[in-house]
Structure formats: structure tokens, C-alpha cells
């Protein structure tokens, strides 16, 4: 269950107010850019949000680290900067998403609905489509190999550093690595077989 604070949920239950979305990008540090659905500018937490259409898509949740996702249509016509996703790479920029109550005698309080990264964007004549993931889709990365105490380079090849003579052989081992002077190149994780089976201590909790 998705928690607000008090101010917000405060708000919701007061007929004058109002639910907006009050969204940042990153751009760099010199720039982000502020957009809101609210019917006008607004003013939050210092920065101004421009007010535009946007279209809410599913946001798709799952058990795992690494599908959350988020997808907003912007409507490119009133659309202030957009020239900004032309000039700029903005895929992996930090994007945060609030949800705001606004009264107009209170203002705006606001609590983070969604955080995450821009994982795609296109922009046309009339809109721009922006995809938003959790950043715990950086976690979700496959290994070119997995580890293993052997070494796991080719007898002679360019990794392996050697240049075997006719007849000699290896097992892989650091031990022999290091017969062949070559253990500064061993692919092995020498120390796997003494902590598979400990605990790792990752530090005072």
C-alpha cells in the first residue's frame, strides 16, 4: 500500500482542493524541467512546473527489482522546451513524479508517487512519450561469465598472456598459473571456495 503524509491525505478530503501531478526531469545540473496538470503555472518547493496536458498510462508493478514502469503522454503543442529531448540524450536521467493537493489559500503539499530514470522517449508534431523506469532496473544485468575458481581463459590465447611450448599442458588452477609466471592474467576467483559457504559482513547495520 502506497503511503502519503498527513498534509496530502489532509487535502484529499477537502472539496476546494484539487489532485495534480507535479513532474521533474534532469537534464544537468544546470537545467530540469517542470511540468504539472494542473490548469495553470504552479509554484512548489521553489521551482515553477508548467502547467500541460498529460495522459497517464499504466504503471505496471511487479515482484521483481526491475519492471516497474511508468508511461505519460505530453502534449507536445503547449509543451514548454521540448526541443530540450532533441538536443539531449535523456535516457537514464533521474525523472520524479509528486502528487499534489492544491488549495488556493493553502498552496500546494506534495508527496512522491513515482520515482525513477527515462527509459525511452518519442517526440512528435503533437506529442512526446516519455517511459519511466525504476532505477532497479540498473541491478537487473546478466554476467558474461560467471564466476568460477578455474580459470577460465584458453591455454595460450591473448588473455591468457602464454605462449605454450609443444607438449605443455594447463589445469587451470592459480598454482599453475603461476608456474607459468602468468598469474598477474589468471581468470579464476581464487577465493570463492573459502566464502561460499560465510557470511559476508556488509558493515554495522
Not at 113 to 126: A, C, R, T, Y
Not at 174 to 191: E, L, V
Amino acid at each position: 500500500m502506497k503511503d502519503y503524509d498527513n498534509d496530502l491525505l489532509t487535502l484529499l478530503n477537502l472539496d476546494e482542493s484539487n489532485l495534480g501531478l507535479l513532474m521533474s526531469i534532469y537534464v544537468s545540473e544546470e537545467l530540469s524541467l517542470y511540468y504539472t496538470t494542473f490548469d495553470m503555472d504552479v509554484l512548489w518547493d521553489g521551482n515553477v512546473y508548467s502547467s500541460t496536458d498529460m495522459d497517464i498510462g499504466d504503471i505496471s508493478y511487479s515482484t521483481g527489482l526491475s519492471v516497474d514502469k511508468f508511461e505519460l503522454k505530453l502534449n507536445a503543442v503547449n509543451l514548454v522546451n521540448p526541443t530540450i529531448f532533441l538536443e539531449n540524450d535523456l535516457r537514464n536521467n533521474e525523472v520524479i513524479i509528486n502528487l499534489g493537493g492544491f488549495v488556493l489559500a493553502d498552496g500546494i503539499t506534495a508527496a512522491p508517487l513515482f520515482s525513477g530514470v527515462i527509459d525511452d522517449w518519442d517526440l512528435s508534431e503533437l506529442s512526446l512519450d516519455i517511459t519511466i523506469v525504476n532505477e532497479f532496473i540498473l541491478w537487473n544485468k546478466k554476467a558474461l561469465r560467471i564466476p568460477d575458481v578455474l580459470c577460465q581463459w584458453g591455454f595460450g590465447e591473448v588473455e591468457c598472456g602464454y605462449t605454450p611450448s609443444a607438449g605443455q599442458r594447463c589445469n587451470k588452477t592459480y598454482n599453475q598459473c603461476t608456474t607459468y609466471g602468468q598469474q598477474d592474467n589468471y581468470g579464476g576467483f581464487r577465493f570463492i571456495n573459502s566464502v561460499e559457504e560465510n557470511k559476508i559482513w556488509w558493515g554495522p547495520k
